[in-house]
Every structure is written in structure tokens, then in C-alpha cells.
């Protein structure tokens, strides 16, 4: 069964930046697509970016050109570099196993960490 693990975050000022992962344990991450989505106190969760097993990209409109997915398969991680922040991306973010990824990010998937809390403010 794998399990994924977040890290990475922490508190920043707006305008800085943070890098989180996405490790995996008990399997490979080879071959599968891993998705960033992040839930705020009292709002839904929203996809944020998603990367393929082909490392295709996607990304959410509100962070697209600020926020960059890679995946390291060697490293079994998955990897969300995150600059420009602002307050409103203040939220926990957790990583995912969707089926697949898309333009449409997918907010179904079986297999989730327990997310790593990024709390931008002056």
C-alpha cells in the first residue's frame, strides 16, 4: 500500500517562496500521476497542480506562472516549488493519486497524504 508524505511547509512573508514534497512509500511513483491540492479553514478543496506519468503539467488558473510541479522518480518524490505566494494561498496542501491528470484538475483520488500547513503573511 503506499503512502504519501508532505512536507515543505511553513510561514512566509507575501512575495516569498516555499518547496514542498510529496514522498511516497511502498511503491513506486513510476507510472502514476500525483496531483497538489490545498483546502483553506471553510472552503472546499481546489486542485492546484497535477503532473503526469509522462510528466505532463497542469495547473490551476490561480497559480499558474507562480507555482512549478516536477517529480523526481529516482527520488520517488514529487516536488511543488511555490514563489510569489500571497495570503490567499494560505492553506494546507496534501498530494494525491488521481487516476490521471487534465486541464480540468481531478479532486478524485483514493490515496492522499496528510498535508503540510503553507500560512503566507506579513
Known amino acids: 500500500q503506499v503512502q504519501l508524505v508532505e512536507s515543505g511547509g511553513g510561514l512566509v512573508q507575501p512575495g516569498g517562496s516555499l518547496r514542498l514534497s510529496c514522498a511516497a512509500s511502498?511503491?513506486?511513483?513510476?507510472?502514476?500521476?500525483i496531483l497538489w491540492f490545498r483546502q483553506a479553514p471553510g472552503k472546499e478543496r481546489e486542485g492546484v497542480s497535477c503532473?503526469?506519468?509522462?510528466?505532463?503539467?497542469y495547473y490551476a488558473e490561480y497559480v499558474k506562472g507562480r507555482f512549478t510541479i516536477t517529480r523526481d522518480n529516482d527520488e520517488n518524490t514529487v516536488y511543488l516549488q511555490m514563489n510569489s505566494l500571497k495570503p490567499e494561498d494560505t492553506a494546507v496542501y496534501y498530494c494525491?493519486?488521481?487516476?490521471?491528470?487534465?486541464?480540468?484538475?481531478?479532486?478524485?483520488?483514493?490515496?492522499w497524504g496528510q498535508g503540510t500547513q503553507v500560512a503566507v503573511s506579513a
Open positions: 494525491a493519486m488521481p487516476l490521471n491528470c487534465g486541464p480540468t484538475l481531478p479532486l478524485n483520488f483514493a490515496v
Open positions: 511502498g511503491s513506486s511513483l513510476d507510472g502514476y500521476a
Open positions: 503532473i503526469s506519468s509522462r510528466s505532463n503539467t
